[in-house]
């Protein structure tokens, strides 16, 4: 990813300015996309406590029609379940995958989480077989907890 240093200053400025979750849910989004030419599909999943499911809340790339995921159901599903980021090099061998396009091949889930609370993750998928390293997990790890930094104040 090109330069994760500068997103994370960039979402910083929008929390100092008194933007709200909802704003850089959408920035992280397009920034992500935009930084790595291997992430065909990045978008945000937030999850519904009581509906047990992860509604998607934004996402750049092809349209899907997983826009909510039951918990233990599919990539994403699992993240949560397992409490667990997803990093899966041959989407072909998971068995309950949801398939929001033939050609991706890998996909990675980052959870946006505090101590105590999931509240959604990061999903990224690629059309390359095993487009992402431990680094990515890394580094899109690093853009998800300054988002859940943002939600746990709204929701404090
Ligand atoms: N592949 C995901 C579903 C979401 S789409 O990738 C947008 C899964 O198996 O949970």
Same mark, same amino acid.
């Given at each position: 990813m090109e330069n994760v240093g500068k997103l994370i200053a960039e979402l910083q400025e929008m929390q100092d300015n008194g933007y709200l979750s909802d704003a850089l849910l959408r920035a992280a989004v397009r920034k992500l996309k935009e930084?790595?030419?291997?992430?065909?599909w990045v978008g945000v999943y937030l999850l519904n406590h009581e509906a047990g499911e992860l509604w998607l809340h934004n996402y750049v790339g092809a349209g899907t029609e997983h826009a909510k995921i039951p918990v233990g159901t599919g990539v994403c599903g699992t993240a949560v379940s397992e409490g667990q980021n997803q990093r899966i090099?041959?989407?072909?061998?998971?068995?309950n995958y949801l398939s929001?396009?033939?050609?991706?091949k890998s996909e990675m889930v980052v959870l946006i989480r505090n101590a105590s609370q999931i509240f959604g993750q990061i999903d990224v998928d690629s059309k390359?077989? *095993? *487009?992402?390293?431990e680094e990515d997990e890394f580094e899109v790890k690093m853009i998800a907890d300054k988002l859940a930094e943002q939600i746990a104040i709204e929701r404090a």
């Open positions: 930084s790595d030419s291997r992430y065909d090099d041959d989407v072909s061998t998971v068995e929001c396009d033939p050609d991706v390359q077989k *095993a *487009a992402f390293s």
